[in-house]
């Protein structure tokens, strides 16, 4: 085991150990889990408005600019409610329950960006109902059908550049690329787009765009290509007055990661839209989210079979489904730093799946034991917003530390 006194690659301020003991957000681990039991989710609300002033900061090199938290990465209320009171922040949402619940949390239309697809009649006349929510259409079947509720008001467009960007050139974390998607508006039908707008007395005023999730440092180049295929676009749009960028910003998941740096981001966006007097906007999710929160769980089983250590804990893939679904790397972290050897253990969870495995092949202390509790990091995002009852284990807990 690393001496005690020198960093894991995850630790910081908010997140690391004191005299062998895991503190999060000011707090020791063991005594959060006195008031709430396992399964619990934690949150770091002050560090959420941090990495939000970390983005207004390098973001403020661009002149005028917008962030809307997309709220699916953690729609928790108290979460949504300290970020609208803390920060200036919109949000993103993409269907009408997330609009609904983004207005009792408190948000305002002008504060909400919406990007949805598959929409329904009934989605589309609620967003005619409420024209200052900046509404990114996605499709010509969206454009004609809006036109049946409303005319003569301001929309997006979401198109699809044909190229993506995901972590680790992850596949499944891509929204565009090689392989047709169902996300936005491709070159081929752009005109068709924009004549479908006039037709109906829509203004076109805004081009938006994702292409992927949990890009970082050695990806910016790639990141560029897709700001340059994305001219083709804008320059077709006489009205234009915002650049919606998407999300895709990524956090370190492992040791080999590095925290995205920020002002050579923004580099690349400025070498893009500077001097176009548009107004650029982000919808960051695990950005936000992800590092500002963990998972703790209990261990119930330690058991060797054959050759292979088992550790159970007592939640699965239905409370976090990221490591299983799309291959992100998890780390799992003792809330008591242990002066052991170390072992190879697989670490699973209690769902009645083959793939409810956390981590295989981890080295973890020899005596870790039944009963201790087993921290997840990173849990922040598209954890318990994803989570699901199956097999009837999702009973878990949320705490917002502020």
């Known amino acids: 085991m690393k001496p005690q006194n020198k960093r894991l690659w995850w630790e910081r301020q908010d997140l690391c150990y004191q005299d062998g003991t895991l503190f999060f957000a000011g707090k020791s681990v063991t005594d959060l889990l006195r008031t709430t039991g396992t399964p619990a989710f934690f949150y770091n609300g002050k560090r959420m408005l941090q990495n939000i002033g970390r983005l207004h900061k390098a973001l403020d090199q661009l002149g005028a600019h917008k962030i809307f938290y997309a709220i699916k990465a953690n729609r928790f209320a108290p979460v949504l409610t300290h970020i609208k009171n803390g920060a200036t922040c919109g949000v993103d949402v993409c269907s009408p329950g997330e609009l609904l619940h983004a207005f009792s949390c408190g948000f305002s239309c002008n504060e909400i960006s919406y990007t949805a697809n598959s929409m329904t009649d009934a989605e589309l006349k609620l967003l005619a ?8 259409c996605d499709s010509l079947s969206t454009i004609r059908r809006l036109a049946k509720f409303c005319s003569h008001r301001r929309i997006g467009i979401r198109v699809n550049p044909a190229m993506g960007i995901g972590y680790r050139d992850n596949e499944t974390l891509k929204y565009s690329g090689d392989k047709t998607t169902k996300f936005g508006i491709y070159r081929e039908q752009f005109d068709d787009a924009l004549q479908l707008a006039e037709k109906h007395n829509f203004i076109v005023d805004t081009i938006h765009f994702h292409t992927g999730c949990g890009y970082l440092n050695n990806q910016l180049s790639l990141f560029s290509e897709i700001l340059d295929a994305t001219h083709w676009f804008l320059d077709k749009v006489k009205d234009l007055a915002f650049v919606n960028l998407g999300g895709g910003l990524g956090v370190p998941h492992d040791i080999d990661d590095k925290q995205l740096d920020l002002d050579a ?10 001097g176009k007097g548009i107004t650029i906007c982000v919808e960051p999710g695990d950005y936000i989210a992800k590092d500002s929160g ?22 699965g893939f239905n409370l976090a489904i990221e490591p299983t679904f799309y291959g992100l790397p998890c780390e799992p972290v003792v809330p008591t730093q242990k002066i052991d050897k170390m072992k190879p253990v697989t670490i699973v969870g209690n769902i009645n799946e083959s793939l409810d495995v956390w981590k295989d092949n981890f080295s973890m202390p020899d005596q870790i034991e039944e009963g201790d509790p087993l921290v997840f990091i990173n849990a922040g995002g598209y954890a318990s ?5 199956h097999c009837m284990r999702g009973q878990v807990s949320e705490n917002l530390l502020v």
């Open 385 to 389: 917003s994803m989570m699901s009852n």
């Open 129 to 136: 109902d409420n024209p200052d929510v900046a509404l990114n």
């Open 265 to 274: 981001w923004v580099s690349v966006i400025n070498s893009h839209f500077s």
């Open 294 to 315: 963990i998972l703790v769980l209990e261990v119930n089983t330690v058991e060797k079979k054959r050759n292979t250590d088992f550790v159970g804990v007592n939640g």
